[in-house]
């Protein structure tokens, strides 16, 4: 983020600050803050490591789900990090901005892993899969491949899980004026409405979806989009 004068002006934002923010958010946590493998320019996040089909830019071009890459690669870094305590935790798996295209990947293997009885191991490990967090998600292929999920059967499987969802969006993905973000809105208001409907068939009250909406009176800027990070 450092390696340009435009990217200096969010070097608050960095990995280490917001990886301070999250041990803030998360009491008593293992933060693992996931960097991408990749920077187009020194400004665009490419995860094609769980992500494995983006464009240069790291846009998604689909969410492949052959061989699982994504979740076992999930589990590779939790292994390393079970090295270091001894006790199994539940996971908490939070996406910012791009970031969120690996929680969607990751929503569609869960998908196919459904229906799979020959991997034991790696289901046993994303039981401990409890909440899955978007913040402001968002991508520049959205005419083509989803920015937020609308598939039925991803959010069916969020419930066979009984993972927890939380939504926190800004002005500057959701209802923005702007053109390019059409998309966004519209997927995101798609994905809210497929929630409400399963939330029935989520058990208790700590599986209810939270879904809001932070600086919504205030023009959209890339600084609330950043600042949702300390508010969320």
């Known amino acids: 983020m450092n390696s340009s004068r435009e990217n200096r002006k969010y070097q608050q934002w960095n990995l280490v600050s917001t990886g301070e923010l999250l041990c803030r958010r998360f009491l008593d946590s293992s933060i693992v803050i996931i960097r991408p493998n990749e920077m187009k320019d020194g400004t665009f996040s ?5 992500v494995p089909k983006t464009n240069e830019y790291g846009d998604p071009i689909s969410y492949d789900t052959n061989n699982l890459i994504g979740l076992h690669h999930l589990r590779a870094l939790d292994e390393q990090i079970m090295k270091q305590t001894t006790s199994l935790s539940d996971i908490i798996l939070v996406g910012f901005s791009k970031g969120c295209v690996v929680l969607n990947q990751l929503l569609h293997e869960l998908t196919v892993l459904r229906f799979m009885t020959t991997d034991v191991d790696l289901s046993k490990f994303v039981s401990r899969i409890r909440t899955i967090i978007w913040l402001d998600s968002g991508h520049n292929n959205g005419n083509r491949i989803m920015i937020w999920p609308t598939d039925k059967n991803l959010i069916s499987t969020l419930v066979h899980y009984q993972i927890k969802t939380e939504i ?3 002005s500057y993905q959701i209802n923005s004026q702007s053109p390019y ?3 966004h809105t519209q ?3 798609k994905f809210s409405e497929l929630l409400i409907e399963q939330s ?3 058990s208790g009250n700590d599986h209810k979806t939270i879904n809001k909406m932070f600086f919504a009176d205030e023009p959209p800027s890339l600084d609330k989009h950043f ?3 300390t508010v969320f």
């Open 46 to 50: 490419r995860f094609s490591n769980f």
């Open 168 to 170: 926190y969006v800004t």
């Open 181 to 183: 973000k059409q998309y």
């Open 187 to 189: 997927q995101y208001k």
């Open 200 to 202: 029935t068939n989520l």
């Open 227 to 229: 600042e949702l990070l």
